[in-house]
């Protein structure tokens, strides 16, 4: 497995917007509130494993693990004061993974791995205008596809061709078989009133690099300004001479016992690297219908220089780099009972190379008492590569029962 998806597998993990949605609010007066949120979820999983190399050989593995779900769990602090006819708003979130193993676990791995992650960390002006956003938040590209998926507060697929099987962080839920990840971004922006239904934000936010810079080790050791300077020069960072940009719209309506949304989002970006150009772009899709306990989601994205995941710093690609996917699910609720079928796949098609990765998913949630979910999933993965540099195939499967708490 290369560094780049072992990187991944630790930096990653899907959130969602609940964004206080169940917060308990500990202060209000005279327009000003205060209020805490958060989330805590655990999963017993157990995975198979069939990795087929170049020459035609299967190894099977299989490994049990006690961790994070796609979730990592998470406490999330807002407040509000109404000035005028104006709101102030802020929200700070932060995430941690009760995930320890890891397969290059050592010395210096001893000790767990909360890895404590700052996700959401901003302040919102809103009034007749809509809403400014300053701060730190997720990206929108692709956001209302993964806030969508019906498998957001359970496990997912667990590639071990991603890293996950051992991985310390969290399952990917669908990142990389139906959707790339929204990752969380410094960024300015502007989101309008809604207007017949129709609701659009635009933002302007911290570039990702195409290349992050070498360390400049000569530059420490040199003995003279003009060496440092020519050893600082030398470092391979890439450069972006404008933001990242990103927008979304979206459309809600309801209906007798249902309600339709529709989402299109987009981004783009370039980043220059050793004299070239490489210009990220991509657009994401889908629709959710809900009706009488049911519920139909289609959501799809297609993109260039973004590879499987996108939008971590470094982990953008060369624009040839092509990427496509969808994702497909249906559920049924039944008073405390949801159950779920999904189906997602990626493309990814570099120089020739293609690689596929699907996930298909079965899974039950049951509302225990309010605020307690218990979830059970089988999950099968498989990935097929056309080269031949670290595998040809492979097919996971995972069973997963966990329990998740929030309030």
């Not at 009706?291 to 139909?296: K, T």
């Amino acid at each position: 497995m290369t560094t780049k998806f072992k990187i991944a597998a630790i930096a990653l993990a899907c959130t969602t917007a609940f964004n206080a949605s169940a917060a308990v609010e500990l202060y209000n007066n005279d327009g000003m509130t205060f209020s805490a949120d958060g989330l805590v979820n655990i999963f017993y999983s157990s995975s198979d494993t069939d990795i087929t190399d170049a020459s035609g050989d299967t190894t099977n593995r299989k490994q049990s693990r006690v961790r994070t779900g796609f979730l990592p769990s998470y406490i999330g602090l807002n407040s509000s004061n109404q000035v005028g006819d104006y709101k102030v708003a802020t929200r700070t979130s932060f995430w941690v993974s009760l995930s320890d193993t890891d397969n290059t676990r050592g010395a210096e791995d001893l000790g767990t791995n909360t890895l404590i992650d700052v996700r959401q960390f901003y302040a919102t002006i809103s009034g007749d205008f809509g809403e400014v956003l300053i701060g730190k938040d997720f990206g929108l590209f692709n956001r209302s596809n993964i806030f969508g998926d019906e498998l957001l507060i359970g496990h997912g697929q667990t590639s071990n061709t991603w890293g996950l099987v051992d991985g310390k962080n969290v399952s990917f839920g669908n990142i990389s078989t139906g959707y790339t990840y929204a990752f969380p971004k410094a960024q300015i922006t502007y989101r309008s009133p809604v207007v017949n239904g129709f609701k659009l934000a635009v933002g302007v936010m911290d570039p990702t690099k195409f290349s992050a810079a070498t360390p400049a080790v000569d530059a420490v050791a040199a003995t003279n300004t003009t060496d440092a300077i020519a050893a600082i020069a030398a470092t391979t960072a890439s450069e972006e001479s404008a933001p990242r940009f990103e927008a979304e719209l979206t459309y809600n309506t309801a209906f007798d016992n249902g309600s339709f949304t529709a989402w299109v989002n987009g981004m783009s970006q370039s980043s220059e690297h050793n004299g070239v150009d490489n210009d990220q772009s991509g657009t994401g899709y889908g629709v959710n219908v809900k009706s009488s306990g049911f519920s139909l989601t289609a959501s799809g994205f297609s993109a260039e220089g973004v590879g499987h995941v996108a939008g971590l710093d470094t982990f953008i690609t060369n624009d040839s780099v092509e990427t496509d996917g969808y994702l497909t699910q249906a559920s049924y609720t039944m008073g405390a009972n949801r159950f779920v079928v999904s189906y997602g796949e990626s493309t990814v098609d570099a120089a020739g190379t293609e690689t596929v990765s699907s996930n298909s998913n079965i899974s039950y949630f049951r509302t225990v008492i309010p605020g307690v979910t218990v979830v059970l999933e089988v999950n099968k993965t498989e990935v097929d590569n056309n080269s031949a540099t670290d595998f040809t195939a492979e097919e996971n499967n995972v069973f997963s029962i966990g329990t998740v708490v929030t309030f």
